[in-house]
């Protein structure tokens, strides 16, 4: 896989991960009783664990995206794509790998492990950049 479809396969990944805890939510507005706004930022969470987290771990793609979209962006620019072809799918199975963990729980193994993914995004990420210097 080659950076553009990593940072592809990405943006296809944050939006799974929004339609996953937010899907559900349109039934409960639509026939539970529940008001479209019950889900607003300064109210009280109201969704299982598992949900928030999924938006959480959502929430981090959308954080580190702009990161990894500069990087293959200058990478395609500057003509020198095969540095970032080389480690963008790591970054790539890094990212699912530590959302699928944020939302898996919160124990202190489970958090560990997302804040080393995180790092090896950050790393993988680094390390284009500097290449491309």
Same mark, same amino acid.
């Given at each position: 896989m #080659?950076?553009?479809?990593a %940072?592809?396969?990405y943006? $296809?990944w =944050?939006i799974a991960?929004?339609?996953?805890?937010a899907f559900?939510?349109?039934?409960?507005?639509?026939? #539970?009783?529940?008001?479209?706004?019950?889900?607003?930022r300064?109210?009280?969470? $109201?969704?299982?664990?598992?949900m928030?987290?999924?938006?959480a771990?959502?929430?981090?793609?959308?954080?580190n995206?702009?990161?990894?979209?500069?990087?293959?962006? =200058?990478?395609?620019i500057?003509?020198q794509l095969?540095?970032a072809?080389s480690v963008?799918?790591f970054?790539?199975?890094?990212r699912?790998?530590q959302s699928?963990?944020h939302?898996? #729980?919160?124990s202190? %193994?489970? @958090?560990?492990?997302?804040?080393?993914?995180?790092?090896?995004q950050l790393?993988l @990420?680094?390390?284009?950049?500097?290449q491309?210097?």
């Amino acid at each position: 896989m #080659g950076a553009v479809e990593a %940072v592809l396969y990405y943006l $296809i990944w =944050m939006i799974a991960l929004a339609l996953f805890y937010a899907f559900p939510r349109v039934p409960k507005a639509l026939f #539970g009783g529940k008001p479209f706004d019950s889900w607003e930022r300064d109210k009280p969470a $109201i969704d299982p664990a598992f949900m928030q987290r999924a938006k959480a771990a959502h929430m981090n793609c959308v954080e580190n995206f702009p990161l990894f979209l500069a990087v293959v962006a =200058m990478a395609a620019i500057t003509d020198q794509l095969i540095i970032a072809d080389s480690v963008a799918s790591f970054v790539l199975y890094a990212r699912v790998a530590q959302s699928l963990v944020h939302i898996s #729980g919160t124990s202190f %193994v489970q @958090i560990m492990t997302r804040a080393t993914l995180f790092l090896v995004q950050l790393a993988l @990420i680094v390390y284009i950049a500097v290449q491309l210097l």
